[in-house]
């Protein structure tokens, strides 16, 4: 029963282009939310976190959107970089209690 | 480098056999997490600890256990081991109890049970 789903596995963009990665959930209780960004041969990252109250939080290049009516949450990177390619899992959780992850989408930035 | 050490690195094993992995969290996080990333497969969260005690439980099987010791080092126990528990285990901590304190995650144990 995955509550929270990344339905594309991968992603490819141009350096310098807009990297837009998506996310599903289908429990409506889920109030917090969250990126991680994953290198390979390490564990993952915080990238950036969003609660329910809100519908957009940025942090530099790195905007997370959140509709909740759709139950669909999104990472924007403006603009892309090599740097930027990673494995990038989505995570939610309702009132505190533990995570659920995503399967994660691999981003590979173009040079 | 998250502060966050795991052993053993890589850990090859066979079917019925048990094995302990090693989890040593931040200076100063009180909770440790454990969770497993099979193939294809998001980070399913396991258990948690905070302070020595059990907080919270998820997806963790019976043949699986946890402690963690006083000294707030955890080990995650899995024993009659079975192919498909195969897999990248994590430990992560936090200064806090509740998942709004960030997780800081170590790199990983790869385990991989023949």
């Known amino acids: 029963d995955q509550q929270v789903k990344q339905n594309s596995p991968s992603l490819s963009v141009q350096e310098g282009r807009i990297s837009i990665l998506n996310c599903d959930y289908t429990n409506s209780m889920f109030d917090y939310f969250l990126w991680y960004k994953k290198y390979p041969a390490e564990g993952p990252t915080f990238l950036i976190s969003i609660s329910s109250i809100k519908d957009k939080n940025e942090d530099g290049r790195f905007t997370v959107f959140l509709n909740k009516s759709a139950k669909h949450l999104s990472l924007h990177i403006v603009p892309s970089q090599p740097g930027d390619s990673a494995v990038y899992f989505c995570?939610?959780?309702?009132?505190?209690?533990?995570?659920?992850f995503g399967t994660g989408t691999s981003l590979t930035v173009i040079p | 480098d998250s502060g966050v050490t795991q052993t053993p690195k890589h850990l090859i094993t066979a079917t019925g056999q048990r094995v302990t992995l090693r989890c040593s969290p931040r200076s100063g996080d009180l909770s440790v997490y454990w969770y497993q990333q099979s193939l294809d497969q998001g980070l399913q969260f396991l258990i948690q600890?905070?302070?020595?005690?059990?907080?919270a439980k998820g997806n963790i099987l019976e043949r699986f256990s946890a402690q963690q010791f006083p000294d707030l080092h955890s080990e995650l126990n899995l024993s009659s081991l079975e192919l498909g528990d195969s897999a990248l285990y994590f430990c992560?901590?936090?200064?806090?109890?509740?998942?709004?304190?960030?997780?800081?995650f170590g790199p990983g144990t790869r385990l991989t049970v023949l």
């Open positions: 600890y905070y302070n020595g005690e059990e907080r």
């Open positions: 992560a901590s936090s200064v806090g109890a509740l998942v709004y304190n960030e997780q800081f």
């Open positions: 995570a939610a959780s309702a009132y505190g209690n533990q995570f659920y």
